[in-house]
């Protein structure tokens, strides 16, 4: 913490801000300048409140000067972490590909969609069963039925799943039925739901809130480090800003940003991000030249029907085009596309 | 909703929209155009996706006409609604003056604060007894502890609180103890703890997302309206921005908006809006001046010591001289400062 | 400035930040941490760059601790600054009412305008002749012809003139014909034309750009005041957001954040900053409110055939209910209204 | 355009609208719908103004239906434009990539970095003789002098050059000394600047305002495309946001969004996007995988001595790697990287 005095600050008003510094057991550094006079503190034992000296008088700013986050910092963990799910690695010098329809509408949708994921390449399967919708009035999902049906669909193909829980009691059903956990943007911040989530033995997607600054996601993150869980995977999905031709913007600089900050892998979804069937595949393509590592897109065989964010949906063979073009830019990045977990099985 | 289509459409692609709006049991009219061809589309039973129009062939735009929410429209109640918390009411031609702690730090603390705003005119006390904290190391409040002393020093002076529930648990608790219970702007979208606000009889202020759309905050208040629960205050408390000078922007012009699309009573959090004291007693008084039906301001009497937020909280003698200014400036804006609830009971 | 190491730094990179401090003419302090090391720079004679000492190895940051604008700044000149139009003066204690067209659209459209807002108490009349549009085909103003239409309506009625500049041609013209010149949104950051501004002796009003900080904003009246013209009025004139309800986001608190930072005078135009004239009246109210010295809204008494910005003019009537409500309002927050210059002449 | 009523307009309102559209030459089409009616106008020989409609009673909403710009369009020009700077080549099926120092500082420096450059593959020579800086007391470039060496550097290696031209002063000389002329982020608005530029014979790299929707920066490229000057590449160089970690968030899905809509070539700058040397790299690559025509990049040998952004300087080693793996990257993407002007010539 730096604390900058007022460029009129009295004597004593400084004086009291040293022995406040030295009542909480830290030590002052004085820094005379030429307008004003700023005070160094060391010996940070535990976080320091830039509002307790904010109220002192005379006092003009204070400046945190220590990052927030611990545990999910590089400064903890300097080697880049690997998360599992099944035999999928999110990790350095991997890339997953995790692909699947918005919502899981039926059985028959959901399995239809799934063998043509898999047959085109995806290493996981997606498919919301629990929908956080803006309008009451949209499409909620199916709810249980939706996480069974899922399932049974990833079964089929051999893929694991990855599948968003809203709120304490969706997460105990989907704990139950998928491989890994979404956290969507809208709960980035749900306290409650990030501490239960650090509870679980099974891997976490945590994708950016809204308009959540990096030091608030990895604070979110920081959650569900602290309460035992490790197993966090990264989401970018685009942030809110002023521009109507996108849905959001997808804050791609995010990767390496967070690559310099944090050990945890990070991922985009550029469905979500764009919210526009043809800017994906540029957008999926730019995610793994950015040192992503790994990609989640919406695929539907039907997208005029879809009940949920049909316009950003790839077609199939959209999906398959983009996945060969995937492969091939690997190679270039010296990165290796995960074998999909059925083939990785005889 | 209304359809335009590519500039270089075929003739048949068009034949295929007017049939499939026809196959919706909607009736298309076709709008013809120098560059192009529009549809609009009548007889709207139920809200139609641009999604489902985006996705076929020829289609460039698919434009919704009519708002997504309903209940919380002027068109569904012309008239302003009012809302009754005790003997406090938020609506037309009155003012609403909310203060307290932040957070309830102990009950020596709350009782001595509570005290100091209602002497100085306040008609409801604030006090958060859980905490959303972007850090997990931060103070997470005393939690039910925190809502009996809340209760305790406002029985003590007599007048009614509004604390947060961050969660279907402490809901229950703040359903039990405060007289209305704040949503805060990191749950504007947890749609089932809307949705369990919606089933209960208690009065809600709904307080506007980090970087909420109006209508997302229309529709979040749609979820609670739809189940029952009329009761609602939107809090405007500043959105996410660029500038580092103030924690947020307080969007003021939010007020009017409000007024013109919806029927709901709209209020101003000005500290965690600017988060910064001496921004807090110019915005309260302007969010008077631009129309808001009610004000919620932090005090705090030391708050170098704050567990929380201790910059933006004002002190009594601070809040005292604003709650003077709020009741002259309430003459020439033509509203009613409240009675105390306790100056109104004999 | 201060310096923080990265948590790996090794010595030797310490020493070099230190030597490299030292050839500079300035002197480190050291502040050891728990995690790394920070060094503090004191003696600054010149602006340091951040630039220079995040290049060397082993630094993580380097923070500026001394704001970068020096002649604006409060630290410069302690008491508020007056600026003077005529006899209309902005500044401490005192509010200024600006009204008139948007557009000047021709003499008799001009001089009923200002015989409008004149007689509703008016204290300046503004009225664009060079109009910076988005779109080459949109009405690009009257030039030099509409300078003269303004000044003679101005002078038939008895008050000074604020309109804008859009480059050097159009500045030369402005500076002939009006009382005070106007920078507007899209030219904060002209800084050829602000120098130009600054070496001429007549008034200015700078709109605040599109998007810019606060820092920004007064970073382009320092290069005015840095050529010798300090008779600068800053404008807030709605940033750039989300929401597509307003064409901006009015940020009032800039207004207090002003105040705190500059001896400046400061004013609000809620006709730009919301683009629409149901707020404008509430929004105007509110700038008062929170302190403003100023506000300027756009009159027009045929809106709908307005060449510009017709949707957010107020009609002469809603003028002139607002002119006696910003009366009363006055007289609550202890400031005079201008006598408009007419009333002062004899 | 679509006009669009009041719940509760009365039925002489909406015969003032239908007649008020007939008067000015078009035609409107009534669309009833269940909550009110909307009005469908076509026969657009002009541009219509939301305001002249919004302006009329019983009126709620005027949406515009086409898009603002024509020349830039391509609805006006459904092949992609192809911009030549000397034998560099700007469109379809190629990749340019542009480097060098942000400013001039010295002929020894340009010339050191352009040797540099031009060894590591770079197509064309950038460097800043005119710099638009935020404030007057940074180094503001050397002008004609800068001018003058980088054309000296440019030829000794046998690079076309672009540099930036701030007001029509510097425009003259940067016409005469350079090969393609930049207009930046902050007089994307500077009306009269694009239209000077639009009278003249040289290519144009138009960067993106500051916080410049796409609309508006199509519409700054209408104002050049509209004096007759059609060589105009776009250049993204990110938008103003709300995370500290970043100068800009580098808004990549702008390439393909442009793609779409318009036929001129789009670049991307990410020194300045960033703003950081380590993140230039992974969003240079993330560049040419979403689909742009080029690359800029600030490369210096001295980064921690730069005048002017040395934190964002790739180093020229770095540059080297960079430009080995856009040509690798290249291969997949299906595109050319051209070969440079010197190559081209034996």
Do not use: I, M
């Given at each position: 913490m730096l604390v900058v005095m007022k460029s009129d600050f009295a004597d004593e008003q400084l004086v009291a801000v040293l022995a406040h510094i030295r009542g909480l057991g830290f030590t002052p550094h004085v820094l005379p300048g030429d307008h004003s006079v700023a005070v160094g503190i060391t010996g940070n034992r535990r976080a320091l409140n830039p509002g307790e000296f904010l109220a002192?008088?005379?006092?003009?700013e204070a400046i945190p000067?220590?990052?927030?986050?611990?545990?999910?910092?590089r400064d903890f963990q300097r080697r880049d972490s690997e998360v599992r799910v099944g035999d999928v690695v999110f990790g350095p010098g991997r890339f997953v590909v995790i692909a699947g329809?918005?919502?899981?509408?039926s059985a028959e949708q959901t399995l239809r969609i799934a063998h043509k994921v898999k047959a085109a390449g995806a290493h996981m399967l997606r498919g919301g069963a629990f929908k956080p919708r803006s309008s009451p009035y949209s499409f909620q999902g199916l709810g249980l039925d939706g996480l069974r049906i899922l399932r049974e669909a990833a079964r089929a193909v051999g893929l694991p799943t990855v599948t968003e829980a809203l709120d304490l009691r969706s997460l105990e059903m989907v704990y139950e039925h998928a491989d890994m956990i979404q956290i969507g943007a809208r709960n980035m911040q749900n306290f409650t739901l990030l501490q239960e989530v650090g509870r679980l033995d099974k891997p976490v997607m945590l994708k950016r809130g809204m308009s959540a600054t990096i030091d608030e996601w990895l604070m979110a993150a920081e959650y569900i480090l602290e309460q035992g869980n490790s197993r966090i995977v990264l989401c970018e999905r685009g942030v809110r800003s002023f521009d109507p031709y996108t849905r959001n913007i997808l804050d791609l600089s995010a990767v390496p940003v967070i690559k310099g900050l944090s050990h945890l892998p990070v991922m985009v979804d550029p469905s979500h991000g764009t919210g526009q069937r043809d800017k994906v595949i540029p957008m999926a393509l730019a995610s793994l030249a950015a040192g992503a590592n790994a990609v989640m897109v919406d695929v539907h065989d039907r997208p005029g029907e879809a009940l949920c964010d049909g316009p950003q949906a790839l077609l199939p063979e959209e999906f398959q085009s983009l996945r060969t073009r995937l492969g091939r830019l690997a190679e270039v990045m010296a990165v290796t596309l995960q074998p999909s977990a059925a083939r990785a099985s005889p």
């Open positions: 002192l008088p005379g006092v003009k000067v220590t990052r927030p986050f611990k545990l999910a910092s329809p918005c919502a899981v509408e």
